[in-house]
């Protein structure tokens, strides 16, 4: 059974800096690109980053390139998403999402259509 547990949220002043995680189960963690996607209040779901199954490759959404990175430890099965300059737009839960199919190449797939997620998801709250 695939698990994602997403941890790390929080709440956090304009400008502060998170760290979410995703501990990941039940499948072959290295082999799979991962991503991380958010649901603001009332809004549908964002895809914000990605990386390869082998941690090669990102890619970031326009919306939050140069204030995150994405990385990935494939020996302790976890993702991480690394926040900075977080703005009060950045409210959100934030999920982790695992690519449908499992990679050859070290691509990383843009998008929602090419993930799911698992998990509940770690709320993120930016406000003074």
């Known amino acids: 059974e695939v698990q994602l547990v997403e941890s790390g949220g929080g709440l956090v002043q304009p400008g502060g800096s998170l760290r979410p995680s995703c501990a990941a189960s039940g499948f072959i963690f290295s082999g799979y690109p991962m991503s991380w996607v958010r649901q603001a209040p009332g809004k549908g779901l964002e895809w914000l980053a990605g990386?390869?199954?082998?941690?090669?490759?990102?890619k970031y959404s326009d919306s939050v390139k140069g204030r995150v990175t994405i990385s990935r430890d494939n020996a302790k099965n976890t993702l991480y998403l690394q926040m900075n300059s977080l703005k009060p737009e950045d409210t959100a839960v934030y999920f982790c999402?695992?690519?449908?199919?499992?990679?050859?190449?070290?691509?990383?797939?843009?998008?929602?259509?090419?993930?799911?997620?698992w998990g509940q998801g770690t709320h993120v709250t930016v406000s003074s």
């Open positions: 990386i390869s199954k082998g941690g090669e490759s990102t």
């Open positions: 999402a695992r690519s449908k199919v499992a990679y050859v190449t070290n691509s990383v797939p843009i998008g929602l259509n090419d993930y799911r997620t």
